[in-house]
Nanobody, 120 residues
């Protein structure tokens, strides 16, 4: 079955950085576009960033939500079945639980997420 395990969250001050990791199992990872999503209590989960599968020439494409504004970078390591989210210049508005899943259509199964808290 699909298992997604997120890690790397924590408490940081405004302007700080975090690197999130998500290890996936139960899917053919290298054939899946992957994404990061986030959710705050009382709000719907929203898309943060996506990365495509790697093409034959090694190229991949990345897509970011408008609110990222060049602060985050998504990457993947197919050998490790892991997708990363490097987050820089964090703002209090980035406080949320962050999840990974396939993209653009997430699977029904979600991991436990990793909490990111940015203090002002």
């Amino acid at each position: 079955q699909v298992q997604l395990v997120e890690s790397g969250g924590g408490l940081v001050e405004t302007g700080g950085s975090l690197r999130l990791s998500c290890q996936a199992s139960g899917i053919n990872f290298s054939l899946c576009h992957m994404g990061w999503y986030r959710q705050v209590p009382g709000k719907s989960r929203e898309h943060v960033a996506s990365v495509t599968t790697r093409e034959a020439n090694g190229g991949i494409a990345r897509l970011y939500a408008d609110f990222v504004r060049g602060r985050f970078s998504i990457s993947r390591d197919d050998a490790q079945n892991t997708v990363y989210l490097q987050m820089n210049s964090l703002e209090p508005e980035d406080t949320a639980v962050y999840y990974c899943n396939t993209s653009p259509r997430p699977r029904d199964t979600w991991g436990q997420g990793t909490q990111v808290t940015v203090s002002s």
